[in-house]
């Protein structure tokens, strides 16, 4: 079992970075792939940025790629997702995630998200 706590979302304005925070307990946190998923209101749940288990390889949603990093610090156990240029359409719930790629099925376990909001 793997408990996963997100941090660091808010308001602000477009063009301006946010830096989220996921922090994990349980099970060693280093043995996960891990991502951030996001919800914007009305909308379906969607991929943003996956990880693999050491932090040496990634990939993007076309959406956000060239603006957002993910990272990881497995001896804290914290994931990050430093997001830049943000745009009103980044507004939405983001989710850390454990265990999968880039599919949503794929990921045993889920944090409560934070929210995101991106004024214009």
């Known amino acids: 079992q793997v408990q996963l706590v997100e941090s660091g979302g808010g308001l602000v304005q477009a063009g301006h970075s946010l830096r989220l925070s996921c922090a994990a307990s349980g099970r060693t946190f280093g043995d996960y792939t891990m991502g951030w998923f996001r919800q914007g209101s009305g909308k379906e749940r969607e991929f943003v940025a996956t990880i693999g288990r050491s932090g040496d390889y990634s990939y993007y949603a076309d959406s956000v790629k060239d603006r957002f990093t993910i990272s990881r610090d497995n001896a804290k156990n914290i994931l990050y997702l430093q997001m830049n240029s943000l745009k009103p359409e980044d507004t939405a719930v983001y989710f850390c995630?454990?265990?999968?790629?880039?599919?949503?099925?794929?990921?045993?376990?889920w944090g409560q998200g934070t929210q995101v909001t991106i004024s214009s």
């Open positions: 995630a454990a265990g999968g790629w880039r599919k949503e099925s794929e990921y045993l376990y």
